[in-house]
């Protein structure tokens, strides 16, 4: 196996594929060096004088090494794993550290399973996290339950990689048995523990750490940047569509640069397809004013260090031969893309095909409701004043208020005054379950939005001021697998995200026109122009962030960490 | 398994050992802080305010992390592991990356494991390495043999931690089988290889690397430096008690400091004991002119990462706690050693008991010759003119020359023009090879010196001017299983190194004085006092080092790579 490589490297043979006279990145001593790139059979083999039987000039560009994602969620970009490949990999990501935390809420071990499967026919490394966090709340129903026992037995098996976010830091701190013994799990076959802990520091973060955690993507400010550093996390400088700590970039020192690594997180597809994805970061970082070569090194060598992927991450003698050239060192327009040693994307084109999808049957009609009536809607108090979820824009932070209401026939009147229905149906295991409230702020009238992505257990979301359109929306994603619907009160227009009921089969071009003209039409219908039209109703189920949530078991108050009733 | 750190570090419990207001040397982000150092159960559980059931006042040091040897074969130092320990615990170091060759080409696998074994008894972490160069070449007779094949089969064994120097640097570039068969072994259970590669550059390193070597503890040059580092090697500076290149440590800069480590390599009980260990480099690369906290951190974290040990290198929690207070940052003299939470050393004494020893039957007695007699070392030749080699001070290249030479009885006659005798007796297997030469440059008359260190087979190298007291050092080390011995042509004086004919089962005190003793007498004969006594003896039967060499089959001309007759 390793002769053909030292056969290539001393020229006794011809290369496969030679970069000629390339400006290149110098990952382990920084700077940027000059030489001819040599790739045999998926490796670099050596850097120095080389013909190939390809060869490319690459005399105006700059070959870095390929970029890498230290932490993200595939599911946000409501596309496969083959289509997000599709969107990435010509911007010059080669490898990404997955947390398939979504699907997992609702197909357990099977999403993830699905996840590596649907990443094998692309040029795309992914690294697998068990999550951690399945379900992310005892308050809720979620499709599935990964506990402690689950992560025992599954956090060895061969295709994962390491444990998810640990989110519940509240748990780890307080030596829940449960989430310890995850960590304990993954800390014995050796499995790295990423962490998640916002605003923690001091004894706390001690504490947390104790648990063998060993990133963070959380940090907001710099006293909590130098802390964690300084405890020896790793920061990951967070570039996603909503949540962005990628200015945290400037409290990078040459002394402590080797400890930053850059991931997404949550990205959108229209942000990968239209900004970018690790690349744009790298634009980001260097427009601080980072230097462009830290940048370089922050999303290669340095998560490659973090996650001890082993010859990876620089541009060396059998180092992987996952190569980027880009047109210069602020741009980081990709004109190539090699993976494994194939040319995989050309002037931000992909070259591979994407379009036989893996789809098995068990991600496939993953939303079990009986079929809904407007009764179902009904909201029947006693009192004539009731709480109200208050949705604030470009935030997953609610605001809670008491509300006046108004009753017809036994039912709450919405319409008036911003008020909006809000449901959260139970849609993975017929539990009947309808978790009932109000909403103030969001703005939409005259029908009914719902859909399949409500975080973190992925029931279906829905509000209106019509109950008849909130059972159509619902019966509509019932027979679509999931995804997203609006009611006008008579027709309902629907995107299917066929996948899990949070990711499309489609193809990204495909997925996101019919994202965009279902936007415009909740837009028309009212939603405020501040809100992401749908994603800001994903998080209104989410029970870990204040102050007033909902789930399919009711309101919840984050403050009191109870479920409430919807009176006073 | 993870509550009671969690416990500890939230302050519930007390920790078991508190350092109080400690400056430490953050390795993380750089610089020095302050703050409690809170340890429990052998981990790190926190840094900041903590109380502790025990509590050691720090005000007046600085905290390091345990310091790590890179790269040492512990054989070198003559002692016992515990012995070895003794002596580097006090002087702050907690953990070595071990390489048994010499003891492996003596016993093979019986040796690492010997090692290994010898080592739990005492507070030190010895990472053990599966020497790939057993024997070191074909034209010799070694104890043991670890072909390709034996790598494959221990490789993966609980106690080995990677694949040790791949000092065959010449077999790896020109594909020998056997040899890329260890490497392929050991990448394929995912081990880390060391490298050995003197001098070479271009395509050649570039092929080198192509076998999957991460390390070099070689470089001479700032330009062998700068290539090595650029190609992603790990630069070992070495601080051995021979071989040095830690002065390569001016090429550090804030752009590569994080691929440079400190080894020792080879390093004598008198170094350790009155100079010091990893302590000793460090105070030398300060002196030099390097930061202190990069001389910390290339001891410490910098190794962490390239073995990928694991929560280790670094204070902060979850970290073992291997910790050294010193005085200061430049002298570097280590007050307090503590070894997995407990305090081992203090004032360069250790608190440990190194004195049972761990002393297998199969380490001992490994001198298997029969009963030699002044005829054995009769050189008969026919001509009047002979090949010798020619003893350098201070290297381990010899030269060769052509010497006029008187026979009587059949016998060349020596002691004359400052011409003796040099044989290497066979000493694993009963063979009864004698190799025999002619040596010019180490000025001894009157006698005979032997000893059972004769890199890197270690057969029995006897050097004199009396074929009866040749003999008489050598019955002598058969009978005390090795060590060194001198003969003045009537009595023969001896320092045992009783364990695989290479250590001393001796405490390092006793050890030490008798080699001094026997040292003395050495030079009293007339060694030259620009010569190691016995040491530089040693490297004259290893054939890979230019020019003249012998071994127990006989001349080995370097440059021809063949065993060649002592006749011209």
């Known amino acids: 196996m390793l ?15 030679v970069l000629k006279n390339a400006s290149f ?24 004088e080389y013909d190939g039987v390809q060869e490319i000039d690459c005399s105006s560009l700059t070959v870095i090494p390929g970029l890498i994602d230290a932490h993200v969620h595939i599911e946000s970009s409501c596309l496969s794993p083959e289509e997000f490949a599709r969107l990435i990999v010509p911007r010059g990501t080669t490898a990404v550290v997955a947390d398939p935390h979504e699907i997992t809420n609702v197909l357990g071990t099977a999403g993830c399973e699905y996840i590596s499967k649907a990443s094998e026919s692309v040029p795309l490394d992914v690294m697998l996290s068990l999550p951690s966090c399945v379900p992310a709340t005892p308050f809720e129903t979620s499709g599935a339950k990964l506990d402690g026992k689950a992560v025992e037995k599954h956090i060895n098996d061969g295709y994962i990689f390491g444990l998810g976010e640990l989110m519940n ?33 001091g004894c706390d973060l001690n504490a947390y750490l104790c648990a063998g955690v060993r990133t963070d993507h959380e940090c907001t400010e710099r006293q909590e940047v130098e802390e964690k550093l300084s405890k020896g996390m790793y920061i990951q400088l967070r570039h996603g569509s909503t949540a962005r700590n990628l200015d945290n970039a400037k409290y990078i020192t040459p002394e402590n640069m080797r400890r930053f690594v850059v991931c997404t ?5 229209s942000d990968l397809a239209q900004k970018g994805h690790i690349d744009d970061a790298l634009r980001q970082m260097v427009a601080l004013g980072v ?48 993976k494994d040693g194939k040319i995989v994307a050309e002037d931000g084109k992909p070259l591979f095909d994407s379009s036989e999808r893996y789809l098995p049957a ?12 407007a009764n179902d809607f009904v909201v029947d108090i006693d009192g004539d004043s009731a709480k109200a979820i208050k949705i604030i824009a470009g935030s997953v932070v609610t605001g809670a208020e008491t509300v006046k209401v108004e009753k017809v026939n036994g039912d709450v009147k919405v319409g008036g005054g911003g008020l909006l ?37 992925h029931n279906m979301i829905i509000v209106g001021d019509d109950n008849q359109a909130m059972a159509d929306v619902a019966n509509s994603l019932r ?25 499309s089969s489609k193809s990204a071009e495909d997925m996101q026109s019919e994202m965009r003209a279902l936007s415009e039409k909740a837009y028309e219908m009212g939603v405020g122009k501040n809100f992401e039209a749908f994603m800001s109703l994903a998080f209104l189920s989410l029970p870990v962030i204040p102050e007033l949530k909902i789930t399919d078991r009711g309101l919840f108050d984050v403050g009191k960490f109870e479920l409430v009733s919807i009176e006073n």
């Open 169 to 201: 830091y509240v748990g780890v701190i307080n030596c829940d048995a449960d989430v310890l013994k995850k960590a304990e799990a993954s800390l014995a076959v050796g499995k790295i523990i990423d962490g998640h802990a916002p605003s923690l520091s």
């Open 421 to 457: 229905k809000i449901a959260v149906v139970e849609r993975h295991k017929m539990t009947g379950n309808i978790g009932k409230g109000l909403l103030k702020g969001y703005g939409f009238k005259g029908g009914a939005i719902g859909l399949t992505i409500a975080h973190d257990s």
């Open 362 to 373: 068990n991600v496939l009609n993953t939303v079990h409701v009986r079929k809904l009536s």
């Open 3 to 17: 002769e053909k490589y030292i056969r290539a490297a001393r020229r006794l043979e011809k290369a496969e594929l």
């Open 479 to 503: 027979k679509t697998g999931g995804g997203i619907a609006v009611s006008d009160g008579k027709t309902v227009q629907t995107l299917a995200l066929d996948i899990a009921g949070l990711m």
């Open 291 to 338: 230097d462009a070569v830290t940048a370089v090194r922050c999303a290669t060598l340095n998560t490659a260090e973090c996650y001890n992927l082993k010859f990876r991450g620089g541009i060396a003698p059998f180092y992987a031969a996952d190569l980027v050239a880009v047109d210069n060192l602020k741009d980081f327009n990709a004109k190539l893309v090699i």
């Open 265 to 269: 997180d949550d990205r959108h597809a």
């Open 25 to 48: 990145v110098d990952v382990f001593s920084g700077g940027v060096k000059r030489g001819d790139i040599a790739v045999t059979d998926g490796k670099i083999v050596g850097v120095g």
